[in-house]
């Protein structure tokens, strides 16, 4: 499955949209192995690889229109795709400050609904956006000077959504400077 989506991403494009590391198809590459060296199941990591596919609150280029979820659904996975529309829908300013609450307030942001995700989609939320931004701070210094105190309080906050190896992964590369 993975191949398959590797393809399609190729197919879409991916390796030609520009992105902090060289493209985007390298960046979600990236992201999904990281995520594979954290002991992630299968469907996170698919969701890793397919994390922008329809753009994000910080990167708004998305490769497919919501419209086509089912065309990722059938590459991917049902779980993998309501991943990525969670993290693709994540109003991350409005969302974050409670992810890690019982009551958190997801806002989404493209319907505008808020609503309380179950535990487990509220811990993929996290793990997820912990290996989208680590690689980031990772690949680029600047963006680890300029975000990375930010990003160690936000990881501070949702550390008990997080696994020990993502939160090892956080000391590395914020504390550390780079893993």
């Known amino acids: 499955m993975p191949d ?4 399609w ?14 493209t985007l198809l390298a960046h979600l590459e990236r992201v999904q192995e990281l995520l594979g060296s954290w002991g992630a199941r299968p469907a996170l990591q698919r969701a890793g690889l397919c994390h922008a ?3 994000t609150d910080g990167f708004p280029t998305g490769l497919l229109p919501l419209a ?12 993998a795709e309501e991943i990525v529309y969670l993290y693709a ?3 991350r300013a409005a969302s974050y400050p409670t992810l890690a609450s019982a009551e958190a307030a997801f806002r989404d942001r493209f319907t505008g609904r808020v609503h309380s995700p179950a535990l487990e989609l509220r ?7 912990a290996a989208n931004e680590l690689d980031l701070a990772r690949i680029d210094p600047a963006f680890r000077e300029a975000s990375g105190a930010e990003l160690l309080a936000l990881f501070a906050r949702l550390r008990g959504l997080l696994s020990e190896p993502a939160r ?3 000391r590395a590369v914020l504390v550390d400077g780079g893993g």
């Not at 398959?4 to 393809?7: C, R, Y």
């Not at 190729?10 to 060289?22: D, I, K, M, N």
């Not at 811990?123 to 956006?129: Q, T």
């Open 168 to 170: 090892r992964e956080c």
């Open 123 to 129: 811990r993929d939320l996290a793990e997820l956006s």
């Open 53 to 55: 596919f329809y753009g």
């Open 4 to 7: 398959h989506a590797v393809a």
């Open 89 to 91: 829908a994540c109003d």
């Open 9 to 22: 991403l190729r197919t879409l494009g991916a390796q030609e949209v520009s992105h902090p590391g060289g």
């Open 68 to 79: 086509r979820r089912s065309e990722l659904a059938a590459v991917i996975g049902d779980e």
